[in-house]
């Protein structure tokens, strides 16, 4: 059944339901397993029927690219971080912050 041939009439829904619990084995298991097979027959139509709208497409595209964005953000903060950190106290300070054990005393030198 398309999604387009579903009813949309109450009394239809309840008898399309009704057709449906009648037809689901009576095991818990298979009952289970039925529920879970009729759901993605659900979804798949659902997803088959956005995929074919061409405004639902461009949404997702633009959303994609947005998330893109907001990671290649986050991922590049640290980066630029750490760039403007070794300007300030120095490179080799940085790396010896950063690369050596043990404890460090450093003092910062404001320039006039």
């Given amino acids: 059944m398309r999604l ?3 009813p ?3 009394s239809e829904l309840r008898a399309l339901v009704a057709e449906l619990q009648a037809a689901l084995p009576c095991d818990t298991d298979e009952k289970a397993h039925a529920y879970i097979r009729l759901c993605h ?3 798949d139509e659902l997803i088959g029927y956005l ?4 405004q639902t ?3 997702l595209r633009a959303v994609g690219i947005l998330s893109v964005g907001a990671i290649v953000f986050v991922a590049l903060i640290p980066f630029f971080a750490f760039r403007e950190i070794g300007r300030v106290i120095g490179k080799s300070e940085l ?3 950063l690369l050596t ?3 460090k005393v450093y003092t910062l030198q404001t320039r006039p």
Avoid at 51 to 54: D, E, G, L, T
């Fill in 101 to 103: 054990r043990g404890k």
């Fill in 51 to 54: 995929y074919s709208q061409p």
């Fill in 41 to 43: 027959r659900i979804a």
């Fill in 4 to 6: 387009e041939e579903l």
């Fill in 57 to 59: 497409v461009e949404l």
């Fill in 95 to 97: 790396w010896s912050l």
């Fill in 8 to 10: 949309q009439e109450p």
